[in-house]
């Protein structure tokens, strides 16, 4: 190893790091400090015959405070909605393992898994019946719920065909219709989902909750939580 005897040529490195600061890096950005540079030249060289308008220089500081403000209030929208996006990231991932309400009546299940749906309708309806289909289209089970009223009604299907027997694992939809006001209607069916994973990044920068079947759904499309898996 070599030993430096001499120190002098370091105490010249020292002293000019002392000396001399790495620049600023200019952003092309006029700040308040240039502002006022300039309007302390501008007065400083203005025609004392025709000296500058006091109105002009109120405007011009005025303009150039409406930007700077602009300017400011942009980085602080741009903090809050960083600081959201976090807020969401955290709370889809607490979500991971339970099961959520979608506006999907497509869903996946295990043999023999039960699943939980939910009939919506703005108005009352009468000889009302939930049919579940496998993904050909053939009707499995029929389940009969007679009459409604409006709003939400939650129902379960056990998982068994209508022989009793378990259905297979696979993709399955509930597809239910009833009488509305005299006619033959389509009521809609939402289902519970299992989540699965969560993807933060999804597409146009929204929070994908990844559901059982294989489906994806945006955070922000979730109607309801529920407090335990499906």
Request: aromatic content about 6%; charged content about 20%.
């Given at each position: 190893?070599t030993?430096v005897?001499?120190?002098?040529?370091?105490?010249?490195?020292?002293?000019q790091?002392?000396?001399?600061k790495?620049?600023?890096?200019?952003?092309?950005?006029?700040t308040?400090a240039?502002?006022?540079?300039?309007?302390?030249?501008?007065?400083?060289?203005q025609?004392?015959?025709?000296?500058v308008?006091?109105?002009?220089?109120?405007?011009?500081?005025?303009?150039?405070?409406t930007?700077?403000g602009?300017q400011?209030?942009?980085?602080?929208?741009?903090?809050f909605?960083?600081?959201?996006t976090?807020?969401?990231?955290l709370?889809?991932?607490?979500?991971?393992?339970r099961?959520?309400?979608?506006?999907?009546?497509?869903?996946?299940?295990?043999?023999?898994?039960?699943?939980?749906?939910k009939?919506?309708?703005?108005?009352?309806a009468?000889n009302?019946?939930?049919?579940?289909?496998?993904?050909?289209?053939?009707?499995?089970?029929t389940?009969?719920?007679?009459?409604?009223?409006?709003?939400?009604?939650?129902?379960?299907?056990n998982?068994?065909?209508s022989?009793?027997e378990?259905?297979d694992?696979?993709?399955?939809?509930?597809?239910i219709?009833?009488?509305?006001?005299?006619?033959?209607s389509e009521l809609?069916?939402?289902?519970?989902r299992?989540v699965?994973s969560?993807?933060?990044?999804?597409t146009?920068?929204?929070?994908?909750?990844?559901?059982?079947?294989?489906?994806?759904?945006?955070l922000?499309?979730?109607?309801?939580?529920?407090?335990?898996?499906?």
């Open positions: 190893m030993t005897s001499d120190t002098s040529v370091l105490d010249g490195i020292r002293w790091k002392e000396e001399y790495v620049a600023e890096q200019d952003n092309g950005m006029l308040q240039d502002f006022f540079a300039l309007l302390t030249q501008e007065l400083a060289n025609d004392p015959t025709k000296p308008d006091n109105n002009e220089m109120i405007s011009q500081m005025t303009a150039f405070s930007t700077d602009v400011k209030l942009n980085d602080s929208f741009d903090g909605a960083s600081s959201m976090s807020s969401q990231a709370q889809a991932s607490s979500l991971v393992g099961s959520v309400l979608v506006e999907d009546n497509v869903f996946g299940m295990a043999e023999g898994e039960a699943v939980k749906g009939l919506v309708s703005d108005q009352a009468s009302v019946n939930i049919y579940v289909e496998n993904i050909a289209g053939e009707v499995i089970q389940v009969p719920v007679g009459n409604t009223q409006a709003g939400g009604h939650s129902f379960t299907w998982g068994l065909k022989d009793g378990p259905a694992a696979g993709a399955y939809r509930f597809r219709v009833g009488l509305v006001e005299g006619k033959a809609e069916a939402q289902t519970y299992k699965d969560v993807t933060l990044a999804g146009g920068g929204n929070i994908m909750l990844n559901l059982n079947g294989g489906s994806a759904m945006a922000t499309d979730i109607v309801e939580v529920s407090e335990g898996g499906s």
